[in-house]
């Protein structure tokens, strides 16, 4: 890792960890009294990695997939660092203000540049009970109920974050977790647009509507869960860019009972609904290099997945984690370059197509030998057929690590880990896996070998 990783890293593990040694109540709050709550929480990994020969530690990702495996494939430093403040207007503390800030860090391993430091990942003001109807009432910045495989870091359901916006939760009194809930939000991303018809610069922006259903009980173990989304790319004059709608719908069941917890869920996504990527509500656009290639027609793409996470975990002997999910997309067009002098006869690239196919299967075992020490191997198979880059073939990658921790658990953390990594994948893919962040050697082989030690916590 590059010397000022280690810098900014150590400022900022060293906050969490003064932060963490005042704490008083439990493990997150710093001060509380009749009418004032003050809190932090957070997360962290960071850590050493390489690559065989000793150049940076590789990524092992599919082309055109928006996400990897995470056991053995995180060549980057990420921290969040939150700040919760609650102030309560009467003594049973039902009525309440809550005031929560988040700030950010990242940085890929092998890079020379700064850790990049977005210091409004959340900024948010949640109202608690102020109708007097047990609800609550969002205003701001902030992770709106995503969904997430944990073993790929893929937020499968994520309408609102880097979206400012405002919405209402727990609009059903049942005395259960049963609840009906929205939010709105408006998106701009950070860096600026530019348009292939024109060549103009400016800012894109979208506004998206979610309405979700949530645990409804089919059964004690059962619950089914419900989200519509709508979402409209405003029109943009100065781009020459029409209005773009949208909508979606993602349904899911989570089962729970004793030791296993299983999650199914099917999502259909059309037009400006489908995201520029996991981690952001922003619709797509039609040309993402921002340049005249155009890769989507908002108008006619759609985007289908079905996805199934299981775990096991009896915090006792082990646990055992599995996926299956299998993506199709349709981007709406053949990619195409477009010449303003021939606006409506545009040149379609040679051999490319319209379609991408993704489907993918892993499993992790973790063999509990004490409270403190286990051992983790993880298997991951991925298969792609990327039409848009003319490319098809199969990825495997294996991670072990025996890891240190402070409990038992599948989440237990803080955890310290020391990492094997070995992925291979076919020869059509040479050139596009393993290339990447700064330095990554494998971007003539067919497969690679890399090693490393990562910390994480969160709290």
Do not use: C
């Amino acid at each position: 890792m590059e010397q000022n990783t280690w810098k900014y890293t150590s400022l900022f593990l060293l906050l969490n960890l003064l932060l963490l040694s005042s704490v008083k109540v439990n493990a997150q709050t710093i001060f509380e009294n009749a009418n004032h709550k003050f809190k932090t929480s957070g997360y962290l990994r960071t850590g050493v990695g390489k690559s065989e020969g000793g150049e940076t530690q590789a990524h092992f990702q599919m082309p055109g997939a928006q996400n990897k495996y995470s056991l053995g494939n995180q060549a980057d430093t990420y921290g969040e660092l939150e700040f919760d403040y609650t102030y309560y207007f009467n003594e049973d503390k039902s009525k309440s203000i809550d005031l929560i800030w988040m700030t950010s860090i990242y940085e890929d391993f092998g890079t020379d540049t700064e850790m990049s430091f977005n210091k409004t990942e959340q900024l948010y003001t949640r109202l608690n009970n102020f109708l007097g109807k047990d609800e609550v009432i969002w205003i701001g910045k902030l992770f709106y109920d995503r969904r997430a495989v944990h073993m790929m870091d893929r937020q499968w359901v994520n309408p609102g974050q880097r979206g400012w916006g405002f919405g209402m939760e727990k609009l059903i009194q049942k005395g259960t977790k049963e609840d009906i809930k929205f939010g709105v939000w408006t998106f701009q991303e950070k860096n600026d647009d530019v348009s292939y018809i024109n060549g103009n610069v400016d800012k894109l922006r979208a506004y998206t509507a979610d309405v979700r259903y949530v645990n409804y009980p089919i059964s004690e173990t059962l619950k089914m869960n419900l989200s519509l989304n709508y979402t409209y790319r405003a029109e943009n004059k100065v781009m020459d860019y029409d209005g773009k709608h949208g909508f979606g719908i993602v349904s899911w069941l989570d089962y729970e009972k004793k030791s296993i917890t299983n999650s199914t869920a099917l999502i259909f996504r059309q037009g400006a609904t489908i995201p520029l990527h996991h981690w952001t509500g922003m619709s797509e656009k039609e040309n993402p290099g921002n340049d005249n290639i155009v890769l989507n027609n908002l108008d006619s793409s759609y985007f289908l997945e079905i996805n199934n996470n299981f775990l096991y975990d009896d915090k006792e002997n082990f646990a055992l984690n599995g996926i299956l999910s299998a993506v199709v997309r349709d981007y709406g067009t053949d990619p195409y370059e477009y010449n303003s002098a021939t606006p409506n006869n545009p040149t379609y690239l040679e051999g490319k197509g319209s379609k991408f196919y993704w489907l993918t299967a892993a499993a992790r075992g973790m063999y509990y030998i004490s409270d403190y020490f286990k051992l983790s191997l993880e298997y991951s198979y991925e298969f792609i057929d990327n039409k848009q880059l003319d490319l098809s073939g199969n990825l495997s990658k294996i991670s072990f690590t025996p890891e240190f921790s402070l409990s038992k658990g599948f989440y237990s953390r803080p955890v310290l880990r020391p990492l094997i990594t070995y992925a291979f994948w076919s020869d059509d893919l040479k050139g596009h896996i393993g290339n990447t962040p700064n330095g990554a050697p494998f971007g003539n082989s067919t497969s690679g070998f890399t090693y490393g030690l990562q910390f994480e916590i969160w709290w």
